[in-house]
Protein backbone atom coordinates (compact mmCIF):
# COMPACT_ATOMS: atom_id res chain seq x y z
CA UNK A 1 0.00 0.00 0.00
CA UNK A 2 1.41 3.55 -0.49
CA UNK A 3 1.74 6.44 1.79
CA UNK A 4 2.71 9.70 2.16
CA UNK A 5 4.16 10.57 5.47
CA UNK A 6 4.94 13.95 7.12
CA UNK A 7 7.45 15.09 9.78
CA UNK A 8 9.17 18.13 10.78
CA UNK A 9 6.18 20.11 11.94
CA UNK A 10 5.68 21.87 15.10
CA UNK A 11 6.17 25.68 16.82
CA UNK A 12 8.49 28.42 15.57
CA UNK A 13 8.84 32.25 16.53
CA UNK A 14 8.13 34.55 13.94
CA UNK A 15 11.40 35.18 11.38
CA UNK A 16 12.52 31.17 12.33
CA UNK A 17 12.77 28.11 9.93
CA UNK A 18 11.60 25.12 9.71
CA UNK A 19 12.25 21.77 7.52
CA UNK A 20 9.51 19.56 5.93
CA UNK A 21 9.78 16.24 5.20
CA UNK A 22 7.39 13.66 3.38
CA UNK A 23 8.63 10.27 2.51
CA UNK A 24 6.99 7.99 -0.09
CA UNK A 25 6.22 4.22 1.35
CA UNK A 26 5.25 1.35 -0.61
CA UNK A 27 5.62 -0.31 -3.80
CA UNK A 28 5.48 2.15 -6.79
CA UNK A 29 7.11 2.77 -10.28
CA UNK A 30 7.38 6.64 -11.00
CA UNK A 31 6.77 9.85 -9.29
CA UNK A 32 5.65 12.90 -11.60
CA UNK A 33 4.59 16.19 -9.55
CA UNK A 34 4.99 16.31 -6.05
CA UNK A 35 3.35 19.24 -3.93
CA UNK A 36 3.14 20.78 -0.26
CA UNK A 37 -0.49 22.54 0.59
CA UNK A 38 -1.64 23.59 3.85
CA UNK A 39 -4.66 24.52 5.09
CA UNK A 40 -5.16 26.80 8.25
CA UNK A 41 -8.10 26.96 10.65
CA UNK A 42 -11.68 28.29 8.56
CA UNK A 43 -9.79 28.44 5.30
CA UNK A 44 -9.54 26.32 2.46
CA UNK A 45 -5.89 24.25 1.25
CA UNK A 46 -3.70 25.96 -0.74
CA UNK A 47 -0.94 24.80 -2.99
CA UNK A 48 2.37 26.35 -1.42
CA UNK A 49 5.00 24.43 -3.49
CA UNK A 50 5.34 21.93 -6.61
CA UNK A 51 7.98 20.64 -8.02
CA UNK A 52 7.89 18.42 -11.24
CA UNK A 53 9.55 15.57 -12.74
CA UNK A 54 11.95 17.90 -14.16
CA UNK A 55 13.08 19.89 -10.82
CA UNK A 56 10.86 22.47 -12.66
CA UNK A 57 9.45 24.64 -9.24
CA UNK A 58 6.27 26.83 -8.34
CA UNK A 59 5.04 29.23 -5.58
CA UNK A 60 2.72 31.15 -4.96
CA UNK A 61 3.87 34.98 -4.40
CA UNK A 62 2.72 34.43 -0.46
CA UNK A 63 5.53 32.29 -0.17
CA UNK A 64 7.81 32.70 -2.90
CA UNK A 65 11.68 33.59 -1.65
CA UNK A 66 10.72 32.07 1.82
CA UNK A 67 9.84 28.75 0.90
CA UNK A 68 11.81 25.94 -1.16
CA UNK A 69 10.89 23.08 -2.45
CA UNK A 70 13.08 20.21 -3.20
CA UNK A 71 12.67 16.01 -3.97
CA UNK A 72 15.26 13.25 -3.93
CA UNK A 73 13.77 10.58 -6.18
CA UNK A 74 16.56 7.60 -5.02
CA UNK A 75 15.05 8.30 -1.17
CA UNK A 76 11.41 8.67 -2.78
CA UNK A 77 11.49 11.87 -0.39
CA UNK A 78 9.64 15.36 -1.25
CA UNK A 79 11.14 18.92 1.56
CA UNK A 80 10.20 21.76 2.04
CA UNK A 81 12.00 24.35 3.31
CA UNK A 82 10.43 27.09 4.87
CA UNK A 83 12.17 30.55 5.98
CA UNK A 84 11.57 33.82 7.20
CA UNK A 85 7.70 32.42 8.74
CA UNK A 86 5.31 34.58 9.77
CA UNK A 87 2.66 33.75 12.18
CA UNK A 88 0.08 33.80 8.85
CA UNK A 89 2.58 30.76 7.97
CA UNK A 90 0.80 28.71 10.72
CA UNK A 91 -1.75 25.52 9.26
CA UNK A 92 -1.38 22.05 8.90
CA UNK A 93 0.92 21.20 5.78
CA UNK A 94 0.28 18.16 3.64
CA UNK A 95 2.47 16.08 1.36
CA UNK A 96 0.85 15.36 -2.05
CA UNK A 97 2.31 13.34 -5.00
CA UNK A 98 1.34 12.18 -7.97
CA UNK A 99 2.62 8.28 -8.09
CA UNK A 100 2.51 4.93 -10.01
CA UNK A 101 1.99 1.77 -7.96
CA UNK A 102 3.35 -1.37 -9.00
CA UNK A 103 -0.28 -2.81 -8.44
CA UNK A 104 -2.70 -0.88 -10.41
CA UNK A 105 -0.58 1.10 -12.65
CA UNK A 106 -2.31 3.51 -12.53
CA UNK A 107 -1.41 7.24 -11.68
CA UNK A 108 -2.99 8.13 -8.36
CA UNK A 109 -2.86 10.70 -6.37
CA UNK A 110 -1.66 10.84 -2.97
CA UNK A 111 -2.38 12.89 0.17
CA UNK A 112 0.05 12.73 3.80
CA UNK A 113 -1.83 13.12 6.83
CA UNK A 114 -0.56 16.46 7.56
CA UNK A 115 1.65 18.17 10.23
CA UNK A 116 1.27 21.24 12.49
CA UNK A 117 2.83 24.28 11.89
CA UNK A 118 2.58 26.72 14.04
CA UNK A 119 4.54 30.31 14.28
CA UNK A 120 3.93 31.88 17.34
CA UNK A 121 5.86 34.15 20.00
Known amino acids: QVQLVESGGGLVQPGGSLRLSCAAS????????MSWYRQAPGKQRELVAS???????EYPDAVRGRFTIDRDDAKRTVQLQMTSLKPEDTAVYYC???????????????WGQGTQVTVSS
Open 26 to 33: GTFVGARD
Open 51 to 57: ISILRRT
Open 96 to 110: NADLLPTMTQRWTTY
